[in-house]
């Protein structure tokens, strides 16, 4: 008996490291050669002590661009940098612009859903105050330009940007955010009415947690995280917000290097952007197939998240829908 069990256990075993190594295993990307290091510090708000991580170029621009890049519930600001690639470090070094990880408030941020379960939400923690005391420090250390501060968001990082969007357009010029969309108008906590930053909306069709065509936000079909709307209704919100009543410019978008997607294994991406006085205010890239993951060529992510399309680098849209 003993020793059935013995064999029973190491066959578990087994396949477990085989599922894992399947699904939840992601290869870390190789670390880049930058002009400087990246830096760990602290700041106050209120009575708690919030921590981050910060890249400023050996060449930085006079009066720089700011990014915020913010990560996904149970990551950390380590991980959102891996999990780009390191991609807006190296393209930080090229254009001249500086990058602040925010760590999350015990892994999560305070966004519009009002029945998201995360402390940061239950707790109301004043996550738009950590990002605005951010930016005056950085006015003050790096003399950032005020008109070019940008948010990037993943997941609950995206939500946190998209409420960061809707509720302080004066104070961030543009956000990105990905496998995000708006909670529906009876879930949400922030104004749905409004002017708002301009936007980007990246999302993947078969997103397992975020579903792209609404509906409630789930931890693979079991914790519910919040309810949304589509991410077509997400992006004709926006627009209706900040007064646009044409209708989109639509493109298909393809790799020059990888046009061949089939034989690459990859899927192919669809943007819709809505212009105003010349200016893109919303765009929307569908990543058709694509799961809950950013985007980008250098970083698979776990298999149980979905497809990761390599042809969209979504690091650097955000920079170029930013204007860097």
């Keep these: 008996m003993n020793q059935t069990i013995i064999i029973i256990v190491g066959i ?4 477990g ?12 990307p190789n670390k880049p050669q930058l002009s400087s290091k990246i830096e760990q510090a602290t700041i106050q708000i209120a009575n708690q002590t919030r921590s981050y991580l910060f890249y400023v170029p050996k060449e930085l621009s006079t009066k720089p661009a700011l990014i915020i890049a913010l990560h996904g519930s149970g990551m950390d600001a380590a991980k959102m940098r891996q999990w780009t690639a390191y991609e807006f470090d190296q393209l930080a070094d090229q ?25 940061a939400k239950k707790e109301n ?3 738009v105050g950590l990002i605005r005391n951010l930016i005056e420090k950085f006015k003050k250390d790096y003399e950032i330009d005020p008109g070019k501060v940008f948010v990037f968001g993943f997941s609950n990082g995206g939500h946190m940007a998209l409420r960061l969007a809707m509720e302080q357009p004066n104070l961030i010029a543009a956000v990105s955010a990905v496998s995000a969309n708006i909670p529906t108008p009876a879930t949400c906590s922030c104004t749905l009415k409004g002017q708002t930053s301009r936007v980007m909306l990246i999302t993947g069709t078969k997103d397992p947690i975020n579903p792209y065509n609404g ?35 639509t493109e298909k978008l ?6 061949d997607l089939e034989k690459n294994n990859d899927i192919y991406s669809e943007r819709q952007s809505w212009i105003k006085s010349g200016q893109t205010v919303v765009e929307l890239c569908t990543i058709n197939g694509g799961g ?10 776990p298999r149980l998240l979905g497809k990761t399309s390599k042809s969209f680098d979504a ?10």
């Design 254 to 259: 393809y790799n020059a290097k990888e046009n």
């Design 17 to 28: 490291l085989i599922a894992y190594f399947y699904f939840a295993y992601a290869p870390a």
């Design 125 to 127: 923690i004043d996550d």
């Design 215 to 249: 509906g409630n936000v789930t931890l693979f079909g079991f914790k519910k995280l919040g309810a949304v709307v589509s991410a077509q209704a997400s992006a004709e919100n926006l627009t209706e917000r900040n007064g646009i009543t044409t209708k989109p410019l």
């Design 292 to 301: 809950h993951a950013i985007p980008q060529p250098n970083f698979r992510f």
């Design 315 to 324: 690091p650097q849209q955000a920079v170029s829908f930013f204007g860097i």
């Design 95 to 119: 254009k001249g612009f500086a990058v602040i990880y925010p760590n999350g408030y015990k892994g999560n941020w305070n966004d519009c859903r009002s029945g998201a379960p995360f402390p």
């Design 12 to 15: 578990l075993l087994v396949f």
